[in-house]
């Protein structure tokens, strides 16, 4: 069988298009190589579950019978959101999972998300996977696949745990993605009355794209809010591990400010507590941290790379700019879009008006994520020639943990190389539009002289 295409080996997962880089062949091979990986990491069982797409079905087969042909067993628990992977892997023991997901991609991607032993594998351990197959290191055997409902006990653990200090009655929007398949439940299990949008699961996404960290997407949240008498809307990606969150009044609060609440909120019982957040996020987060008597952390984006600092540090909770957010707290460290919306309804279910906190959390002009398209490995040789030579009017620090962000007085500038995709990634915050304009000015300077051919786009 041919070895699988490199250009699927992503940063945090593998993610290729159905057909063309994903094939029932190439996946089977991807299943052998994670079960040899797995053999000598003395893993005897994977979970495997998939997402709502419609070539799920085909490719985790496929995986399975990879899996099976290394030697390892394999727990399948069907179509649920990633999230119910991670928390088989935990409530079954077996500390490994692979889910088949092509999270908000669009409908011809599909691709894996990879736990084995308790890590997620990203970076040289997901490029070592086809390295394994180029040099035939691969195990033998004959696995068996056993059905696993894990969905009662994923609902009864956080039923059982997280409680509403009064009915709400809320939007639920999951974009047709598989969070369909459980949200609406979990919600009115917590006493919620919902008014539901595209809850049923269609790998073809024929009402708009799950992601919610796109305003675009959240249009139909805010149009449900304005018509309805629900007070707040939770809006879900494709596969059910990021959040998105409306205001009755129609405000987006994006992940970062989310992340303060949830800090100010864990804060009280981890006094002094470390907080994990990536370098896309509000400067206001970790003023909001120290506020509240925490260690704010700075880390590099990527959901397997949060994780990994999570485990290692002992942190209560981390989150990222993109929605992934992460509880150790009262939870397993996971990034968890269905569980986040009912911590979050958790704590604003405390106030009579639960838009109260959210819209008196501290915020700043800002601008959306801007991604400049660029040749396949020229934004990392881009950001790699300007930690050299970039100088920044009035910078008061430049951190180079990932990409560069430029701290100044009154704002902040972020320009770094996406890890999934060949596009530089910028994002720009201030006290006020015109020390925005400034600093993005600034950028556009060391733009300039770099690469004048990029402006057009920025």
């Not at 024929?206 to 960290?213: A, G, I």
């Not at 704010?296 to 981390?318: D, F, Q, R, V, Y």
């Not at 915020?363 to 030579?389: C, F, Q, W």
């Amino acid at each position: 069988m041919p070895i699988p295409a490199p250009e699927i080996f992503k940063a945090y997962d593998i993610r290729g298009i159905v057909g063309r880089t994903l094939t029932r062949d190439s996946v089977f091979q991807i299943g052998r190589a994670i079960g040899s990986e797995a053999r000598e990491r003395k893993v005897k069982t994977v979970v495997v579950g998939r997402d709502g797409r419609l070539s799920g079905p085909e490719l985790s087969q496929a995986l399975m019978e990879g899996l099976c042909a290394s030697g390892v067993d394999v727990a399948d628990i069907g179509m649920v959101p990633t999230p119910l992977g991670y928390f088989a892997a935990h409530h079954l023991k077996t500390g490994s999972a692979v889910m088949v997901t092509g999270s908000h991609n669009p409908p011809d991607y599909n691709g894996f998300k990879i736990m084995l032993g308790g890590d997620t594998l990203h970076s040289t351990a997901i490029t070592a996977l086809r390295t394994r197959l180029v040099e035939g290191r691969l195990a033998t055997g004959s696995g068996r696949i056993r059905q696993v409902d894990v969905r009662k006990d994923y609902l009864e653990r956080i039923v059982a745990d997280v409680k509403l200090s009064r009915p709400m009655k809320i939007v639920v929007d999951c974009g047709n993605g598989v969070a369909g398949a459980i949200a609406p439940e979990l919600f009115r299990r917590m006493g919620c009355e919902l008014v539901e949008l595209y809850c049923t699961v269609d790998g073809t996404f024929p009402n708009h794209h799950p992601d919610p960290s796109k305003p675009e997407n959240l249009k139909d949240v805010v149009r449900a809010l304005r018509e309805t008498d629900a007070e707040l809307g939770l809006a879900f990606d494709g596969d059910g591990d990021r959040l998105g969150v409306v205001t009755k009044r129609g405000q987006i609060v994006y992940p970062d400010r989310q992340l303060m609440l949830f800090a100010a909120d864990v804060l009280t019982r981890k006094p002094g507590a470390q907080i994990i957040y990536d370098v896309k996020c509000s400067r206001n987060l970790a003023r909001a941290i120290r506020h509240q008597g925490g260690v704010p952390l700075m880390w590099n984006t990527g959901h397997a790379l949060i994780k990994a600092k999570l485990k290692e540090t002992g942190a209560p909770l981390a989150g990222e700019m993109s929605g992934h957010t992460f509880f150790k707290e009262r939870w397993y460290g996971f990034d968890d879009g269905l569980y986040a919306g009912a911590r979050l309804l958790e704590i604003v279910s405390r106030w009579q008006d639960a838009n109260w906190p959210l819209e008196h959390l501290p915020d700043a002009v800002s601008t959306p994520e801007l991604n400049v398209k660029m040749r396949e490995g020229e934004p990392h040789a881009l950001i790699a020639a300007l930690r050299n030579s970039a100088r920044f009017e009035g910078a008061q620090e430049v951190i180079t943990l990932d990409g560069l962000r430029v701290e100044y007085a009154d704002g902040f500038g972020l320009m770094r190389a996406s890890n999934t995709t060949p596009v530089l990634v910028l994002r720009f915050e201030a006290d006020d539009a015109k020390a925005l304009a400034r600093i993005q000015a600034d950028f556009r300077r060391v733009l300039r002289r770099a690469r004048p051919d990029l402006l057009q786009a920025f």
